[in-house]
Nanobody, 115 residues
């Protein structure tokens, strides 16, 4: 079982920045595909960004150019740098680790973008 803990959420004004962190207990972390997802009140959880074991990245169109996903294999961690935040980015953000058929989720961290 992989434990995942997200942190870094908070309240930020539109146009501001936040950096989310996700620490895992995954053995052999470097082989995991890591992703960030978010869920706003009353909406389905949606994919935000993925980083592969190769460090290749993919982003949802809604965050492309504003968010950057990165990983530190030595710390078994993944990060999401969020810039130019908008009110529509308000959601609970979740980190997911994937290896073959196994998915592991954290409990999430709340991000609120409001003036």
């Amino acid at each position: 079982q992989v434990q995942i803990v997200e942190s870094g959420g908070g309240l930020v004004q539109p146009g501001g920045s936040l950096r989310l962190s996700c620490v895992t207990s995954a053995q052999g972390f470097s082989k995991y595909r890591m992703g960030w997802y978010r869920q706003a009140p009353g909406k389905q959880r949606e994919w935000v960004a993925t980083i592969y074991s190769s460090s290749a990245t993919h982003y949802a169109e809604s965050v492309k150019g504003r968010f950057t996903i990165s990983r530190d294999n030595a710390k078994s961690s993944v990060y999401l740098q969020m810039n130019s935040l908008k009110p529509d980015d308000t959601a609970k953000y979740y980190c997911k680790a994937n290896w073959l058929d196994d998915d592991y989720w954290g409990q999430g961290t709340q991000v609120t973008v409001s003036s």
